[in-house]
């Protein structure tokens, strides 16, 4: 065989690992930097679970959705949405095809690494008023101190009201932050471990130092207290109630010189929210019912009634056949059994400065498009999901028919990685499952790294995966 022949060959029958942007054209490449565009936008609304929520029921009332409980009867070409407490959401297009031959899923997770605040967070020390905090989700504590932080969430009067808070984002709003020790004093500090140099209990948040002008104990922590009073109308005990996560106050942003990339809070795993569901809004009468999930507390197990494991996402589909007028026994277990689903989670990128950690013939890329990983677990594959083959080879199908750039790897070498995403819970219902999401760099960082590129590829995926 001469040179030229094996060249050939190789073409042929070499899986080619490609940089995506060398396949775009001009014109391709301007539809990617103005869906980022939009992407970060609504980033930039959306740092809470809550946040994305009520965004994403706007988008999709803005796209023709209404609440599943305004329809007495569903038909084809129907656009439904389910809100979860405010917290998770699911939303649907009511497919050709009869609905016991399946539904075709994408899910997403609206939670993302943060502090939040403890039952009783307010302290004062040494004439400084702190918030205590129990950080969610796995975090490196040490990434948390000395930055900017914004409180957003919910307090919730014992008569029903609802105060919403949002401090840090506007240019003229105060920030807070977690400080930390000077190196000059941390000599003990700086021999510590990486994973113990901050202790759990020391993430407080700095929020004031003026005392109130009056001869009582407490003083900066009276003041901060009538501040409160009076911009929101409550009382220590209310806090009892509430739910206040801290964030990243820096905004989404355009990331490298080339533009290429994008900066942000909160990307694991809000990218995914973002591009399923504005491929979402494109899809008009599918053959299958398409599905939509926006879950909540994937970070921290997928627990309690707006996580997976809760039984609430079962219900809204049990409405769906009772308003097709179809339902009968067993016929839930039997659409499921029929479905197919992409769990739409990110994945870790290769890190050339951290490589040791990945394998890299089995690693996802930035800039390479959509991530596939048949199965998350590590050490064996213990706990993973693992799509079958039969499945996967129908995704990579709709993926190459539609000129999809997507790569598959693995979450980390075999004795180091692993990672738990919504799949195996989906997949315990019967339904075919496989994890398919964006590349992300710095993952679970108070600043996560994506490429332009992968998340308009995940936009194009999904449309894809719901128009077969
Ligand atoms: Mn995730
Ligand atoms: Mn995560």
């Not at 001469?2 to 539809?31: P, Y």
């Not at 405010?86 to 899923?105: C, D, F, Q, R, T």
């Not at 932050?177 to 948040?205: F, R, S, V, W």
């Not at 194009?460 to 995966?465: D, G, K, P």
Request: charged residues 25%; glycine residues 8%; aromatic residues 8%.
């Amino acid at each position: 065989m001469d040179k030229k022949q094996a060249e050939e060959l190789k073409q042929k029958l070499f899986n080619k690992k490609e940089n995506g942007w060398n396949s775009k054209n001009e014109e391709e490449k301007k539809a990617i930097f103005e869906y980022a565009e939009g992407y970060m936008q609504y980033m930039n609304q959306s740092k809470t679970e809550r946040e994305i929520i009520a965004n994403s029921q706007k988008i999709a009332e803005q796209n023709g959705f209404q609440n599943i409980e305004n329809y007495s009867t569903l038909n084809k070409g129907d656009k439904v949405y389910y809100n979860n407490r405010g917290k998770s959401m699911y939303l649907a297009v009511i497919g050709e095809e009869p609905i016991e031959n399946g539904l075709n899923i994408i899910g997403a997770h609206a939670d993302s690494p943060r502090l939040d605040l403890k039952p009783n967070p307010l302290y004062e020390d040494s004439e400084f008023a702190y918030l205590k905090t129990h950080y969610y989700g796995g975090i490196k504590k040490y990434q948390w101190t000395t930055i900017p932080l914004a409180i957003h969430g919910v307090i919730v009067k014992t008569n029903g009201e609802k105060v919403v808070v949002n401090i840090g984002e506007n240019e003229k709003d105060p920030i807070f932050t977690i400080t930390d020790l000077l190196p000059h004093l941390a000599q003990d500090q700086m021999k510590k471990k990486l994973a113990e140099a901050i202790d759990g209990e020391d993430l407080n948040l700095l929020i004031g130092s003026m005392p109130i002008d009056a001869d009582v104990s407490e003083k900066v922590k009276l003041n901060i207290l009538q501040i409160l009073n009076e911009k929101y109308g409550i009382v220590e005990k209310d806090l009892l109630s509430s739910e206040i996560e801290l964030v990243p106050a820096m905004p989404c942003r355009s990331m490298g010189l080339d533009y290429s990339m994008i900066a942000g809070y909160g990307q694991d795993d809000k990218i995914c929210v973002y591009a399923s569901l504005t491929a979402l809004m494109q899809i008009q009468n599918p053959f299958k019912t398409a599905v939509c999930i926006i879950s909540d507390k994937e970070e921290i197990g997928s627990m309690g009634n707006t996580g997976m494991e809760s039984h609430e996402f079962d219900t809204f589909i049990s409405e769906i056949l009772n308003k097709l007028q179809v339902n009968k026994p067993n016929l839930l277990d039997k659409v499921f059994c029929h479905s197919k689903m992409l769990s739409a989670d990110v994945d870790a990128a290769l890190d050339p400065i951290y490589a040791n950690v990945s394998e890299r013939n089995n690693a996802s890329y930035l800039g390479r498009g959509i991530a596939l990983n048949k199965y998350t677990g590590a050490r064996g594959k213990s706990g993973a999901s693992d799509a079958n083959a039969e499945f996967v080879a129908e995704v990579r199908k709709i993926f190459e028919d539609n000129d999809i750039r997507y790569q598959m790897g693995e979450l980390g070498k075999v004795d180091v990685g692993g990672g738990g995403t919504i799949a195996y819970i989906l997949a315990n219902k019967g339904i075919d499952v496989i994890d398919c999401g964006v590349p992300v760099l710095s993952m679970h960082a108070p600043y996560e790294v994506t490429s332009k590129l992968d998340l308009h590829e995940a936009y194009r995926a999904y449309m894809a995966f719901w128009n077969h």
